[in-house]
């Protein structure tokens, strides 16, 4: 049974997602499946973009392409709240994972 406190480390079972995450690719992973599956039909991530600074929200929609986005960018914050509002529509005919740190909620 889990108890509060308890800790709890996931890997990929995919060598390529847990070499490109941040730690063990485990959210890659599950993110990739939720596409697969149909659970989401899409995933809000952020890319890197030029530089470790530049972070690029960014609409995945290809479970393959989950992986390009894997790993902590750690950089000025987004509001990932107003790229779907703005950008998404408020997101409303969609079900959506958005991938985020608490800073850029």
Do not use: R, W
Not at 12 to 26: N, Y
Not at 40 to 60: F, M, N, Q, R, S
Not at 77 to 84: D, E, H, R, S, W
């Amino acid at each position: 049974m889990v108890q509060i406190n308890d800790m709890y480390y996931a890997l990929s079972p995919d060598e390529e997602i847990a070499a490109s995450g941040e730690c063990g690719g485990a959210v890659t992973s599950i993110l990739k499946f939720l596409l697969e599956e149909g659970i989401v039909d899409a995933v809000l991530a952020v890319k890197k973009g030029a530089d470790l600074y530049d972070a690029v929200p960014t609409l995945i929609t290809d479970p393959e392409k989950v992986i390009e986005s894997a790993g902590s960018l750690h950089c000025g914050t987004l509001n990932m709240a107003k790229v779907i509002h703005k950008y998404l529509d408020g997101a409303n005919d969609m079900k959506i994972a958005v991938t985020t740190k608490p800073c850029d909620a």
